[in-house]
């Protein structure tokens, strides 16, 4: 007996199925927008390091559903920010000073090397534009969306040679530190209530590598990172000091173990 389709006439999809598929894309969806909303507050420490939140009180603040809040949860948990507390909710990461060493540590070893390897393909004139947008105050803004504002626009200065430099792998891991920096610094800055200052290095590094000097804009990037991160270490250090109503139970001896 030989075997014959059904004709497409006679083929019925299954609405249902249809929907719980639409269904379940469209919770994805609330699910990613959840996971960046979360992300970003904590990257800019609205949440505390070390504090504990559970999922009603994400669920109300972010005005999202339990699926949603708990897609987000499962990336940000599988990301480190955060970690499951049994009958207690979730705990954000703390911040330690030997976290800003490891952070500073790799970033002055890797962002010379991507400055050199971008000699000669990085886009100058987007590199340019990136810089001012680091420098555009705004002071109708609260301190924490000015100290946000000037991280985002960092972040992609630094992350626009890192992407010129050729090399996927060091623009990945570049990309990961400086989001680990964000945190570090909103924590440092905000606490103390003062704004990052990036002084000339930028320009510098845009002058040289518009001179095609690979060796001198490697050279300016490492004394950019050293000089930033005897900043952000001194600030962290201060916070950490002196925030003990916002960073729970942590002591700087504790944290720097």
Known sequence: MSSSRMPSSMIHEDPQANLTEADGRAALSRGDDAYAQIRRDILSCRFMPGSTVSESQLMETYAIGKNSCRIALVRLVQEGFIRSIPRQGYR???????????????????EPLAARLACGRVDIALLRRLEAACRVP??????????????????????AIAAASGNDRLHRTLASLMDEMSRLVALGFGVQGTKPEIKHDHNAMIDAFEAGDGRRAETIARRHIETFQAMTMEKVYASLSSAGASLPVFSVAELRR
């Open 92 to 110: 954000l990461a703390p911040v330690t000073l030997r976290d800003v060493e490891e952070v500073f540590a790799l970033r002055v070893q890797l």
């Open 138 to 159: 705004h002071p109708e803004r609260a301190l924490s969306d000015q100290i946000g504002v000037f991280l985002d626009a960092n972040r992609h200065f630094h992350l």
